[in-house]
């Protein structure tokens, strides 16, 4: 079973922030939270990952808590093809698979 | 770069058939994982193949098989079709540069098959 839980739904203006949660309350020491979103029948994208500091690339930031048992992502100017569901992974060390969520599908509108 | 990329795109078969999918995956990568994805289930870990070897592997029959080559490239198997394996079929890539390093999967478009 994945090891976070994600509201289901959201929705943002465009142009505003989207601010999308994740609760990861079991998560390990030695695990990292991944974020990746899927427009609809594409392949998952990856976004962005964090282990404690906060983390910031070219298309989102990710704030993880202090005490790692919550993190949200920040799209910081939200557009329409920004609609997707985004899914928040917990990632056990390398060689073993994401175990991907229900997610939360973020709707976009103008 | 180029990214991940799978062959076929879409596909049709009838039950009892067989299919084969291929993957290419990034330059350099050598790490294939696949996952099964069905509005049901949702998406789901295949199997894993690092240097021919399959590393790793997820709760599915004996019908899903895959392999590597020797340049990495990737392909699965399904044999006798059933219609629970209509599903969106995703490969994905990592370098896999270094045991317990943690490497990102990159995913391809996906092929999607249909059963019949």
Known sequence: ?110 | KAGVTQTPRYLIKTRGQQVTLSCSPISGHRSVSWYQQTPGQGLQFLFEYFSETQRNKGNFPGRFSGRQFSNSRSEMNVSTLELGDSALYLCASSLAVAPGGYDTQYFGPGTRLTVL
């Not at chain 1, 390990?28 to 910031?56: A, D, F």
């Not at chain 1, 917990?90 to 973020?106: D, E, H, M, N």
Request: proline share 6%.
């Open chain 1, 1 to 110: 079973d994945a090891k976070t839980t994600q509201p289901p739904s959201m929705d943002c203006a465009e142009g505003r922030a989207a601010n999308l949660p994740c609760n990861h309350s079991t998560i390990s020491g030695n695990e990292y939270v991944y974020w990746y979103r899927q427009i609809h029948s594409q392949g998952p994208q990856y976004i962005i990952h964090g282990l404690k500091n906060n983390e910031t690339n070219e298309m989102a930031s990710l704030i993880i808590t202090e005490d790692r048992k919550s993190s949200t992502l920040i799209l910081p100017h939200a557009t329409l093809r920004d609609t997707a569901v985004y899914y928040c992974i917990v990632r056990p060390p390398a060689g073993t698979a994401l175990i991907f969520g229900k997610g939360t599908t973020l709707s976009v509108s103008s």
